[in-house]
């Protein structure tokens, strides 16, 4: 059974990790279409994808976020990801499957997954 | 859409878009009246009576990007189509209540399903404002009130990935034992 008493002792335990945790920026943002057509075509597991991607691989310097409309709702679920100093890349129909390539390739290795992306579709 | 906790999900992106502070959820349901009762409760900046009568009406927006609002239409629509009914009740800089009534017998129920992933979604994209998420069953109730979480957090923020499992696994047994079924 979980109780509040658990929360406590995990409280404790953050506390600890985040006084040696440096000050780190976000330097890659993950951003998802939260509108209506973004959550009719599947946009809460890819959102939830990405927030355990991330945890699991305890990227610290990763943001996950959620934006209304990105304007292309025959695109959705539709993902962008923002990095200083590049260009936005931007991710269509998404689903959770995707999900793990673009964290594994993309965020950790700096490689954008073209196939999955709006540029794809001028090719 | 395929479940009502998407719905639940989408309803709620407007009372975040209304810059509520406090955004209640509820789920009422009761299998001898065959009903499921969804009611979503938010404090922001609520609408005009004019606002009001029109997002009635199919189609209405504030959005700029696109010219039609789907969000409350489709609820509507699903609610409806069981034999039930949706209703708002809102005040300018008061905030806003919609209901939803839902037949559970009905061949055009959508299932809630996944509302724990809803719930968490909402909390955790949204750790400044205050969810307060009720599940009741036949008359019996359980309460997550993010409120509560936070005094006793302190700093530690509802996105830590640690406090998201525990609200997770939290939400799942509280769940079984409404339900009526052993953890
Ligand atoms: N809780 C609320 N508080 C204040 N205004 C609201 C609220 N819910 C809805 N509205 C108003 O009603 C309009 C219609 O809402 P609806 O969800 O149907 O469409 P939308 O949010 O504009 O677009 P979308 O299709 O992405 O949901 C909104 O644009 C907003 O102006
Ligand atoms: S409304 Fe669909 S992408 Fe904006
Ligand atoms: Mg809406």
Same mark, same amino acid.
């Not at chain 1, 920026?25 to 951003?31: N, P």
């Not at chain 2, 959508?110 to 036949?138: A, C, E, K, Q, W």
């Given at each position: 059974m979980k109780t509040l008493e658990e929360l406590l002792a995990i409280k404790a335990k953050a506390e600890k990790q985040m006084n040696v945790r440096e000050e780190e920026g976000a330097g890659i943002r993950v951003v998802v279409g939260m509108a209506t057509c973004g959550i009719a075509a599947g946009a809460r597991p890819v959102l939830a994808g990405f927030v355990e991607e991330v945890a699991k691989r305890n990227l610290k310097d990763v943001s996950v976020n959620q934006t209304g409309c990105i304007g292309m709702c025959q695109y959705e679920p539709i993902v962008e990801v923002f990095e200083e100093g590049k260009e936005k890349v931007t991710y269509i129909k998404m689903s959770p499957e995707k999900v793990a390539r673009v964290v594994a390739d993309h965020i950790v290795n700096g490689n954008p997954v073209v196939e999955y992306t709006v540029a794809s579709l001028n090719k | 859409m395929r479940e009502l906790s998407l719905n639940i999900l989408d309803i709620s992106q407007n009372s975040i878009s209304a810059k509520a502070t406090v955004v209640e959820v509820s789920v009422e349901e009761n299998s001898a009246e065959n009903t499921m009762i969804i009611k979503i409760i938010d404090n922001g900046c609520g609408m005009s009576e004019e606002m009001l009568r029109r997002v009635n009406d199919p189609f209405c927006t504030t959005r700029t990007t696109r010219k039609v609002g789907m969000g409350i239409p489709l609820f509507?629509?699903?609610?409806?189509? *069981?034999? /039930?009914?949706?209703? %708002? =009740? =809102?005040?300018? /800089?008061?905030?806003?209540?919609?209901?939803?009534?839902?037949?559970?017998? =009905?061949?055009?129920?959508?299932?809630?399903?996944?509302?724990? =992933?809803?719930?968490?979604?909402l909390i955790t994209m949204n750790t400044h404002i205050d969810f307060l998420y009720r599940? *009741?069953?036949?008359?019996?109730?359980?309460?997550?009130?993010?409120?509560?979480?936070?005094? %006793?957090?302190? /700093?530690?923020?509802?996105?830590?990935?640690?406090?998201?499992?525990?609200m997770k696994d939290y939400l799942k047994e509280q769940t079984q034992i409404i339900r009526g079924g052993v953890v």
């Amino acid at each position: 059974m979980k109780t509040l008493e658990e929360l406590l002792a995990i409280k404790a335990k953050a506390e600890k990790q985040m006084n040696v945790r440096e000050e780190e920026g976000a330097g890659i943002r993950v951003v998802v279409g939260m509108a209506t057509c973004g959550i009719a075509a599947g946009a809460r597991p890819v959102l939830a994808g990405f927030v355990e991607e991330v945890a699991k691989r305890n990227l610290k310097d990763v943001s996950v976020n959620q934006t209304g409309c990105i304007g292309m709702c025959q695109y959705e679920p539709i993902v962008e990801v923002f990095e200083e100093g590049k260009e936005k890349v931007t991710y269509i129909k998404m689903s959770p499957e995707k999900v793990a390539r673009v964290v594994a390739d993309h965020i950790v290795n700096g490689n954008p997954v073209v196939e999955y992306t709006v540029a794809s579709l001028n090719k | 859409m395929r479940e009502l906790s998407l719905n639940i999900l989408d309803i709620s992106q407007n009372s975040i878009s209304a810059k509520a502070t406090v955004v209640e959820v509820s789920v009422e349901e009761n299998s001898a009246e065959n009903t499921m009762i969804i009611k979503i409760i938010d404090n922001g900046c609520g609408m005009s009576e004019e606002m009001l009568r029109r997002v009635n009406d199919p189609f209405c927006t504030t959005r700029t990007t696109r010219k039609v609002g789907m969000g409350i239409p489709l609820f509507k629509m699903a609610a409806e189509m *069981t034999g /039930g009914s949706l209703e %708002i =009740s =809102s005040a300018v /800089g008061k905030g806003t209540q919609v209901t939803a009534v839902f037949k559970t017998d =009905s061949i055009d129920f959508t299932p809630l399903g996944d509302i724990d =992933s809803t719930v968490i979604t909402l909390i955790t994209m949204n750790t400044h404002i205050d969810f307060l998420y009720r599940l *009741t069953v036949d008359g019996r109730e359980f309460v997550l009130d993010t409120k509560q979480l936070k005094e %006793i957090l302190g /700093g530690v923020p509802l996105n830590e990935p640690e406090v998201v499992m525990w609200m997770k696994d939290y939400l799942k047994e509280q769940t079984q034992i409404i339900r009526g079924g052993v953890v």
